[in-house]
């Protein structure tokens, strides 16, 4: 196994464990994304849900059968089961660690252990497919679009949210494989076209996803400090990931594209 995949794997299985603070802030809803703010979002779970609304938005029917790309603990499959029966809903994961806890949280819903970029699925199977906040680590994300492309019937629509990070982040971020960098938006946009997709909207949501999460993150986070919950020396690590992470994100993007 690649020395990124066990990162990455490492990373998200152990998320919670390493900051206990940071299950709290998401209120133990298992999800963990940054989410979608509104003025009025009150917490990190309502923005969550949130962005799942933002997706789903942009898939008029939503019936038949749906795969949830890197579907993390289960949170974004679970939120599935608002619009699906767990029969249609089918989730994919590297990590198989992460895929007990999405059985429990989305009960009857399909989890397989499954690289998102090497996919082995049937062709003209999925309806419509979700890919919420991953889609920047598989390796290529080129490859990924030309899977599930594949896989999605004619008329499909796969929907997603994606970072774009600078030519910096993507070269020493050890979770984001180089080739995945793009200059611009409009080169973004070529990749899902090149991938055989015909109708795709991009839309910029840096401020209300990124923006938004650590305005709150750090509101949050400086509280706790103030309490005393969290102590100077794990204040001081977290700022200094939060620069880093700063310096290096270029655009938070919401993405729908349809299948010819
Ligand atoms: C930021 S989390 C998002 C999780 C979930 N979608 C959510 O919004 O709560 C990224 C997820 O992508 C998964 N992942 C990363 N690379 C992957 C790959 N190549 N194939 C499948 N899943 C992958 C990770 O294990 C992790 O669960």
Same mark, same amino acid.
């Given at each position: ?187 973004? *946009?070529? $990749?899902?076209?090149? #991938? !055989?997709? &015909?109708?795709?909207?991009? +839309?910029? @949501?840096? =401020? ?32 200094? *990931?939060? $620069?880093?992470?700063? #310096? !290096?994100? &270029?655009?938070?993007?919401? +993405?729908? @594209?349809? =299948?010819?």
């Amino acid at each position: 196994m690649s020395t990124r995949r066990s990162d990455i794997i490492r990373f998200y299985d152990t998320r919670f464990n390493t900051d206990h603070l940071l299950a709290e802030y998401y209120k133990g809803s298992d999800f963990y994304n940054f989410g979608y703010w509104a003025d009025n979002t009150r917490c990190q779970n309502e923005a969550c849900e949130n962005l799942m609304e933002k997706l789903l938005g942009f898939i008029r029917q939503k019936k038949g059968i749906i795969l949830d790309v890197a579907c993390g603990m289960g949170a974004t499959s679970r939120y599935l089961l608002k619009h699906y029966n767990p029969s249609e809903v089918t989730g994919i994961n590297i990590s198989t660690k992460q895929l007990e806890t999405c059985k429990a949280n989305a009960p009857g819903c399909a989890f397989l252990q499954m690289d998102a970029a090497k996919l082995a699925l049937h062709d003209r199977v999925f309806d419509n497919i979700i890919c919420v906040e991953a889609a920047f680590h598989f390796d290529t994300r080129e490859d990924f679009l030309r899977e599930v492309c594949q896989v999605l019937k004619p008329g499909g629509q796969l929907v997603l949210s994606d970072i774009l990070v600078n030519k910096l982040a993507a070269r020493w971020h050890p979770r984001i494989p180089k080739e995945n960098w793009v200059t611009d938006m409009e080169e973004y *946009r070529e $990749l899902y076209l090149r #991938a !055989g997709f &015909k109708h795709v909207e991009v +839309v910029d @949501a840096t =401020k209300e996803c990124w923006k938004g999460f650590y305005k709150h993150l750090w509101s949050w986070r400086r509280k706790n400090f103030l309490a005393g919950e969290i102590k100077l020396p794990a204040y001081a690590k977290m700022i200094l *990931r939060n $620069l880093l992470a700063k #310096a !290096g994100l &270029k655009y938070y993007l919401l +993405v729908s @594209a349809r =299948k010819a």
